[in-house]
C-alpha cells in the first residue's frame, strides 16, 4: 500500500534550519510529482514547494530563497532543506504525492 512518511520536524529558534524528509513507498516513486505543504493552526493547509519527476521546482512566494525541495530517486525520499526559519513558519508539514498524503511532522519556530 502506498505511505508516506514524514520525519524531521522539532522545535527551533528563529534563523536555524531544519530538514525535512518523506519516504515513500508503494508505488513508482520516479512517476510522479511530490508536493510539500503545511498547516497552521485556524489556516488552510498550503503549498509550500513542489518537484517534478525531473526535478523542476515551485516554491510559495513566502519561502523563496529559504527553502530547498529535493528528491533522491534512489531512496524514495523528497527532502524539504529549510533556513533562516521565522515563526511564521510554524505548522504541520505534510508530504503530498498522487491522491496520498502523510501523516504530517511539526516545526515550531520560536522567537
Known amino acids: 500500500q502506498v505511505q508516506l512518511v514524514e520525519s524531521g520536524g522539532g522545535v527551533v529558534q528563529a534563523g536555524d534550519s531544519l530538514r525535512l524528509s518523506c519516504a515513500a513507498s508503494g508505488f513508482t516513486f520516479d512517476d510522479y510529482a511530490i508536493g510539500w505543504f503545511r498547516q497552521a493552526p485556524g489556516k488552510e493547509r498550503e503549498l509550500v514547494a513542489s518537484i517534478t519527476r525531473i526535478g523542476s521546482t515551485n516554491y510559495a512566494d513566502s519561502v523563496k530563497g529559504r527553502f530547498t525541495i529535493s528528491r533522491d530517486n534512489a531512496k524514495n525520499t523528497v527532502y524539504l532543506q529549510m533556513n533562516s526559519l521565522k515563526p511564521e513558519d510554524t505548522a504541520v508539514y505534510y508530504c503530498?504525492?498522487?491522491?496520498?498524503w502523510g501523516q504530517g511532522t511539526q516545526v515550531t519556530v520560536s522567537s
Open positions: 503530498y504525492c498522487n491522491g496520498y
